[in-house]
């Protein structure tokens, strides 16, 4: 694509005219220059400079020299002050679309500081459809950046997308929002993989407009083809494919295409290298799928792969069920998604205990489809309940029926004062005030904890004042950590404020230390304790033992929180009970036994292939155990369902092995052993698989396999020595050994 030429400041394709009149004023108007569409290419890609425009209509857009840093050294500025408005403050581009479906607009954009970072996306003269409410349609996320890309919707998380229902001319436009604003350079794709920052600090190249010449020497090759895929329905089938192009910096688009008669059609928003269907229904079955890899002059299509979708026949079952006597209400969660008929039947739970049971007023079934609310009549704090499940159906196309189901619970009351073990554990929903009322209870996002999360939706307003308030009692002084389970869509949805009694933590009163992040792009919950700014992990200082308000405060709205830990113990890690953590700790759930790994011991050693005993041994306690499972490092080993619930394990891979023990009663709660560290040795003989001399010469370089650490150098003057010299250095292969004298003799041992 052409590049506009700078004479004097102004650029060839701006016009100045002007106008006399009689009685000696003057008119200076500026405009664009007649120029044909840009057009989107068989790739998906448009991408333009931002002086590039068709049309600005009320000329408060500038052409920008001085701020440097600018692809083509040029940007275009809305001043501070310039005055203006969305509906005539634009710069307008004509554009031809080749394509239907989800487009994603990248931008180049700069800001001195967040009240100049944001400009208003247009699509035919307004907001799109899918971004007309609330600022899902402001770009933003370029404070204090000289330039950087971006494709981030203020409200509503993700990239920004717009949506293209019929091909050929439409006019996108950027708008005034903040004044102050610098934009450089805009691409627009259907890859929702592509990230400009690959293409160097400008991107791409320019993309032509209509009747400009194409030149391309791209070539495109499959390097990977999908395979036929089966899975059982509901669950879920990945595919993968992959091609490689030529030049390497050329752009590609990879798209999935499902055949449809005797045309492959385009599936909307799938492209890359993976295809994932979850869940995959027997819709599914039989289908074939390809990969189409294009770029400018060159494509290529995959082998063609089948899917094969195998009915479902297991009935779902009831995994957790949590109820809290307080609220008068039980979620119940389950394996798969169910029926909303037969989930939202009342009558099909039934909730008894020793102590009396407890009507079931109403069933809802939550946005996952995997999670059932239940409303019920006055539960006593303490008791131990059973819920017993029938005619309960899941979404498979012949629906296989749950009867007979049985899941447990404590009925829970009010939040407990710090445990003896250092913890206090609460859901997000457990609050004891809602400020202003902007925090509100979401059932749809992931799969929270106790069934609903907490969320300040986007696009609701409030400020730091906006705030959960928790009444809290610690019983230990000093430092503490916080670990938070959150969810974010994207890096304008991913942060909240700690506050204590009112204020940022005495040890987080400067920038973002205070903030609690990391959770960017998660779709759902994951354990973290990530201040915004300083080190991990979040910790907090308790001066003088008593009871404290601890308060999640806006500070980005579309964020989730689901659930809070707050503990002395710098060895803690939620994720050991389990991705929901460890129990609330309230009143009414019996305290968990303390367990032991008896065996193996810390630091024991076995030979590989040698058989590991699991012991454990569990204290007194209120709780059913029913099951204790072990793990090697993530990877669950061994289990155990019978007292004294001992197993075993052999073990193959020489090395290191962190293990632990987790024991869980009949409510499905966890307790966890402290890790234990074993080695295994293999007996793999030490092997040398390299002996180079380095580029200087003067050293040896040396490899080995086989064996396990920690290895031990020697050296001798021969290799019949009868005695050879241990050599007081850190052995790790590959080894760099200078050169000493014409001969000499080296080996590698180990225990």
Same mark, same amino acid.
């Given at each position: 694509?052409?590049?506009?030429?700078?004479?004097?400041?102004?650029?060839s394709?701006m016009?100045?005219?002007?106008?006399?009149?009689?009685?000696?004023?003057?008119?200076?108007?500026?405009?664009?220059?007649?120029?044909?569409?840009?057009?989107?290419? @068989?790739?998906?890609?448009?991408?333009?400079?931002?002086?590039?425009?068709?049309r600005?209509?009320d000329?408060?857009?500038?052409?920008?020299?001085?701020?440097?840093?600018?692809?083509?050294?040029?940007?275009?500025?809305?001043?501070?002050?310039?005055?203006?408005?969305e509906?005539?403050?634009?710069?307008?581009y004509?554009?031809?679309?080749?394509?239907?479906?989800?487009?994603?607009?990248?931008?180049?954009?700069?800001?001195?500081?967040?009240?100049?970072?944001?400009?208003?996306?247009h699509?035919?003269?307004?907001?799109?459809?899918?971004?007309?409410?609330?600022?899902?349609?402001s770009?933003?996320?370029?404070?204090?950046?000289?330039?950087?890309?971006?494709?981030?919707?203020?409200?509503?998380?993700?990239?920004?997308?717009?949506?293209?229902?019929?091909?050929?001319?439409?006019?996108?436009?950027?708008?005034?929002?903040?004044?102050?604003?610098?934009?450089?350079?805009?691409?627009?794709?259907?890859?929702?993989?592509f990230?400009?920052?690959?293409?160097?600090?400008?991107?791409?190249p320019?993309?032509?407009?209509?009747?400009?010449?194409?030149?391309s020497?791209?070539?495109?090759?499959i390097?990977?083809?999908?395979?036929?895929?089966?899975?059982?329905?509901?669950?879920?089938v990945?595919?993968?494919?992959?091609?490689?192009?030529?030049?390497?910096?050329?752009?590609?688009?990879?798209?999935?295409?499902?055949?449809?008669?005797?045309?492959?059609?385009?599936?909307?928003?799938?492209?890359?290298?993976?295809?994932?269907?979850?869940?995959?229904?027997?819709?599914?079955?039989?289908?074939?799928?390809r990969?189409?890899?294009?770029?400018?002059?060159?494509?290529?299509?995959?082998?063609?792969?089948?899917i094969?979708?195998?009915?479902?026949?297991?009935?779902?079952?009831?995994?957790?069920?949590?109820?809290?006597?307080?609220?008068?209400?039980?979620?119940?969660?389950?394996?798969?998604?169910?029926?909303?008929?037969?989930?939202?039947m009342?009558?099909?739970?039934?909730?008894?205990?020793?102590?009396?049971?407890?009507?079931?007023?109403?069933?809802?079934?939550?946005?996952n489809?995997?999670?059932?609310?239940?409303?019920?009549?006055?539960?006593v704090?303490g008791a131990?309940?059973?819920?017993?499940?029938?005619?309960?159906?899941?979404?498979?196309?012949?629906?296989?029926?749950?009867?007979g189901?049985?899941?447990?619970?404590y009925?829970?009351?009010?939040?407990?004062?710090?445990?003896?073990?250092?913890?206090?554990?609460?859901?997000?929903?457990?609050?004891?005030?809602?400020t202003d009322?902007?925090?509100?209870?979401?059932?749809?996002?992931?799969?929270?904890?106790?069934?609903?999360?907490?969320?300040?939706?986007?696009?609701?307003?409030g400020?730091?004042?906006?705030?959960?308030?928790?009444?809290?009692?610690?019983?230990?002084?000093?430092?503490?950590i916080?670990?938070?389970?959150?969810?974010?869509?994207?890096?304008?949805?991913?942060?909240?404020?700690f506050?204590?009694?009112?204020?940022?933590?005495?040890n987080?009163?400067?920038g973002?230390?205070?903030?609690?992040?990391?959770?960017?792009?998660?779709?759902?919950?994951?354990?973290?304790?990530?201040?915004?700014?300083?080190?991990?992990?979040?910790?907090?200082?308790?001066?003088?033992?008593?009871?404290?308000?601890?308060?999640?405060?806006r500070?980005?709205?579309?964020?989730?929180?689901?659930?809070?830990?707050i503990?002395?113990?710098?060895?803690?890690?939620?994720?050991?009970?389990?991705?929901?953590?460890?129990?609330?700790?309230?009143?009414?759930?019996?305290?968990l036994?303390?367990v032991?790994?008896?065996?193996?011991?810390?630091?024991?050693?076995? @030979?590989?292939?040698?058989?590991?005993?699991f012991?454990?041994?569990?204290?007194?306690?209120?709780?059913?155990?029913?099951?204790?499972?072990?793990?090697?490092?993530?990877?669950?080993?061994?289990?155990s369902?019978?007292?004294?619930?001992?197993?075993?394990?052999?073990?193959?891979?020489?090395?290191?092995?962190?293990?632990?023990?987790?024991?869980?009663?009949?409510?499905k709660?966890?307790?966890?052993?402290?890790?234990?560290?074993?080695n295994?040795?293999?007996?793999?003989?030490?092997?040398?698989?390299?002996?180079?001399?380095?580029?200087?010469?003067?050293?040896?370089?040396?490899?080995?396999?086989?064996?396990?650490?920690?290895y031990?150098?020697?050296?001798?003057?021969?290799?019949?020595a009868?005695?050879?010299?241990?050599?007081?250095?850190?052995?790790?292969s590959?080894?760099?050994?200078?050169?000493?004298?014409?001969?000499?003799?080296?080996?590698?041992?180990?225990?």
């Open positions: 694509m052409r590049k506009n030429s700078i004479t004097e400041g102004f650029f394709v016009q100045r005219l002007i106008i006399w009149s009689a009685l000696g004023l003057f008119l200076v108007q500026t405009h664009a220059q007649e120029q044909s569409p840009l057009v989107q290419g @068989e790739d998906g890609f448009v991408i333009w400079e931002a002086e590039d425009f068709d600005n209509p000329e408060l857009w500038i052409v920008d020299v001085d701020r440097e840093g600018a692809s083509g050294e040029t940007s275009m500025l809305i001043p501070n002050g310039a005055g203006g408005n509906n005539n403050t634009q710069l307008q004509d554009i031809i679309f080749n394509k239907t479906g989800t487009h994603i607009i990248w931008y180049r954009a700069g800001a001195d500081s967040g009240k100049d970072d944001s400009i208003w996306l699509l035919d003269g307004e907001r799109p459809p899918n971004r007309a409410t609330g600022n899902q349609a770009m933003t996320g370029f404070s204090g950046a000289v330039f950087e890309w971006n494709s981030m919707a203020q409200d509503g998380g993700g990239q920004m997308t717009f949506d293209i229902d019929e091909p050929g001319l439409h006019t996108i436009a950027v708008a005034r929002r903040e004044d102050g604003a610098y934009i450089d350079k805009f691409i627009i794709t259907t890859d929702s993989s990230n400009p920052d690959n293409f160097g600090e400008f991107g791409p320019s993309t032509p407009r209509e009747g400009e010449e194409v030149e020497n791209n070539q495109v090759e390097t990977l083809n999908p395979l036929d895929t089966e899975g059982v329905e509901n669950t879920s990945t595919l993968i494919g992959d091609a490689m192009i030529t030049p390497e910096d050329a752009l590609m688009v990879l798209q999935w295409q499902r055949k449809v008669g005797d045309e492959f059609i385009d599936l909307s928003g799938q492209t890359g290298t993976t295809f994932t269907i979850s869940p995959v229904t027997l819709d599914w079955d039989k289908v074939v799928v990969l189409n890899v294009t770029t400018i002059g060159a494509s290529a299509v995959s082998q063609e792969a089948i094969s979708v195998i009915p479902e026949t297991d009935p779902p079952k009831a995994l957790r069920a949590q109820g809290n006597a307080i609220q008068q209400r039980v979620f119940v969660t389950f394996s798969e998604p169910l029926s909303v008929d037969s989930a939202e009342a009558e099909n739970y039934k909730i008894t205990s020793t102590e009396g049971g407890t009507e079931v007023v109403s069933a809802l079934l939550l946005g489809s995997r999670t059932v609310l239940l409303e019920t009549s006055e539960m704090v131990k309940y059973t819920v017993s499940l029938n005619n309960i159906a899941d979404t498979a196309a012949t629906p296989n029926i749950l009867n189901g049985q899941v447990k619970f009925s829970l009351g009010y939040i407990l004062p710090q445990t003896e073990e250092g913890l206090i554990v609460f859901e997000a929903e457990s609050y004891d005030v809602n009322d902007l925090w509100v209870e979401n059932f749809s996002r992931g799969t929270p904890s106790g069934g609903v999360s907490m969320v300040l939706p986007n696009g609701a307003g400020n730091e004042g906006s705030q959960l308030l928790y009444d809290v009692e610690f019983i230990y002084t000093d430092t503490h916080v670990w938070y389970r959150a969810s974010g869509d994207s890096g304008n949805d991913d942060s909240s404020w506050l204590l009694d009112g204020a940022r933590p005495a987080r009163v400067d973002n230390q205070a903030s609690m992040s990391g959770f960017s792009g998660k779709s759902d919950f994951v354990w973290l304790s990530d201040p915004q700014d300083g080190p991990s992990p979040y910790t907090i200082e308790i001066d003088e033992p008593g009871l404290y308000t601890i308060a999640l405060a500070r980005e709205d579309g964020s989730f929180f689901d659930k809070f830990v503990t002395d113990n710098f060895d803690f890690n939620p994720n050991d009970f389990g991705p929901m953590g460890p129990p609330e700790t309230r009143e009414g759930s019996p305290a036994p303390e032991t790994l008896i065996t193996p011991v810390d630091g024991e050693e076995f @030979e590989s292939g040698e058989v590991i005993s012991e454990v041994e569990i204290g007194e306690s209120d709780r059913e155990i029913v099951r204790v499972q072990y793990f090697a490092g993530e990877e669950l080993v061994a289990e369902t019978k007292k004294p619930f001992s197993s075993e394990w052999i073990a193959v891979e020489g090395g290191e092995h962190e293990l632990r023990a987790a024991v869980i009663d009949d409510v709660d966890l307790a966890v052993t402290e890790h234990v560290f074993i295994v040795f293999n007996d793999e003989p030490i092997q040398i698989t390299g002996l180079d001399l380095d580029g200087t010469g003067t050293n040896l370089i040396m490899e080995w396999q086989g064996g396990i650490g920690p031990t150098l020697q050296k001798a003057a021969s290799l019949n009868s005695v050879w010299e241990d050599v007081d250095i850190d052995v790790e590959p080894l760099t050994l200078p050169i000493e004298g014409a001969i000499g003799f080296f080996r590698i041992v180990a225990p």
